[in-house]
């Protein structure tokens, strides 16, 4: 387990919403953070759909899910 500050890099990223979320906004929290290449494509979608059809299962442990790839904020929107 990385505590966030200590190991984890320290970073600010915009989600789907445009939104700032940073590794301050995480501490002292349990986080899952994938990291997949491309929204839309079947391997990835596959991925983010197990995720979000488990994601009541990681809210009963308080446990945020974060999934990072290189396209822009409308593209992660349309995903």
Do not use: W
Request: glycine share 6%; aromatic share 12%.
């Amino acid at each position: 387990m990385i505590q966030i500050g200590e190991k984890f890099p320290d970073f600010n990223l915009k989600n789907q919403n445009g939104e700032l979320i940073s590794n301050e906004d995480l501490k002292g929290s349990k986080v899952v953070v994938y990291f997949y290449p491309r929204d839309n494509t079947p391997t990835c979608t596959t991925e983010a759909c197990d995720f979000r059809d488990n994601l009541e299962d990681f809210n009963e442990l308080n446990t945020k899910v974060y999934g990072i790839s290189g396209d822009s904020e409308k593209k992660h929107a349309n995903f």
